[in-house]
């Protein structure tokens, strides 16, 4: 009776000493979150800057006068950027929601 009792008070003691979270992988998961939304707007400011672009080159084209300034701000409220955009940000939101779910061995 009194090794299972030794045994029960190890047991315990070994579970209140044992850290709860690993922090390192918690700071991992963190920093994949972080670099994934740089990320993410690193592409949105491709896209963007590819569909000024592509504008300036339509106006110079044209000869129309090309002013860059508006021309992002045309781009930034179109829908195919707004759209293109939200779906990468929907990707990213889902690889970080994958990762934070996975186990650390």
Do not use: C, H
Not at 31 to 50: C, E, H, P
Not at 51 to 79: I, K, M, T
């Amino acid at each position: 009776m009194q090794d299972l009792g030794n045994r029960l008070v190890y047991q315990i003691q070994r579970q209140l000493e044992a850290p709860t979270y690993k922090f390192s992988f918690l700071a991992g998961k963190a920093f994949f979150a972080v670099s994934s939304l740089v990320r993410w707007g690193a592409l949105s400011l491709l896209v963007a800057g590819t569909g000024v672009a592509l504008q300036a080159g339509a106006r110079l084209a044209g000869r129309q006068p090309v002013d860059l300034g508006g021309l992002f701000s045309e781009v930034a409220g179109s829908g195919w950027f707004l759209t293109i955009s939200s779906l990468l940000l929907l990707l990213s939101v889902r690889r970080v929601l994958l990762r934070f779910e996975d186990r650390e061995v």
